[in-house]
């Protein structure tokens, strides 16, 4: 399946394409970007979203390593989602590039994934551990998530970037962890509120029975939206 795809860098993604086997018009995936450093919990982040959300809605997972699929083995290994809705992507760059800059691996891999399944309510794209400049294309995605986690102190929203100043949901990750390395969380909620004003923050704990819950329903929450632009269409 081929589609004249958007420009790769801001352009403002489309509802649906003309799937090219039948000449139809055809409803795409919401696609969801989960971004963060290396080890702040993306792929932990990835697999129970799955787990969350696997029984109610159609989804498909991209994953992107540099020169591994270990993420994607990862998501197997632990039965997240069948075989066949995960892909794995091996940029061979930073990984930034194949997020915001080159997005045709990714793109490609979507398309795949949505020829192969049929249609989809939801792809989520993993990308490989970057730093708080990562974003991605709104070409590529219809919104991010970006993962940061305590570990690294409570100085790391107050450092800013593009991945927690500008993303549409800034995760705070291992919030457990905050007594053990001296994390003050009213001082990173204060710091995060300054960097991203109204946009939202979560505090969570992937490693609690409910860690998920929060970020689950921020998820169908934007799914609902995509689904009633298409009825009011």
């Known amino acids: ?85 995960i892909i794995a992507v091996e940029t061979g760059c930073c990984p930034h590039t194949a997020i915001r800059d080159d997005i045709s691996a990714n793109l490609e891999a979507v398309e795949e994934l949505e020829e192969a399944l049929g249609p989809l309510d939801l792809i989520l794209v993993e990308s490989g551990g970057d730093n708080l400049t990562a974003t991605f294309s709104r070409g590529l995605v219809d919104h991010q998530i970006f993962v940061i986690d305590v570990s690294g102190g409570d100085k790391i929203p107050r450092k800013g970037g593009p991945g927690v100043s500008t993303s549409d949901l800034l995760v705070v990750n291992k919030t457990d962890l905050a007594p053990l390395v001296g994390a003050d969380l009213d001082v990173m909620a204060r710091d995060a509120a300054a960097q991203r004003g109204d946009l939202p923050t979560l505090f969570t704990s992937l490693a609690a029975p409910d860690g998920i819950r929060p970020i689950a329903a921020w998820v169908r929450a934007r799914l609902d939206a995509w689904t009633a632009v298409d009825q009011l269409a």
């Open 1 to 85: 399946m081929h589609r004249d795809h958007v420009d790769p860098h801001d352009a403002p993604a489309h509802h649906g394409y003309t799937d090219h086997r039948t000449g139809h018009p055809r409803r795409r995936a919401l696609r969801i970007g989960l971004g963060g450093p290396v080890g702040s919990g993306k792929t932990a982040t990835v697999a129970a979203l799955c787990r969350a959300l696997r029984d109610e809605l159609a989804l498909g997972v991209v994953t992107n390593d540099i020169y591994t699929t270990e993420d994607a083995e990862f998501l197997l290994r632990h039965a997240v989602l069948p075989p066949e809705r």
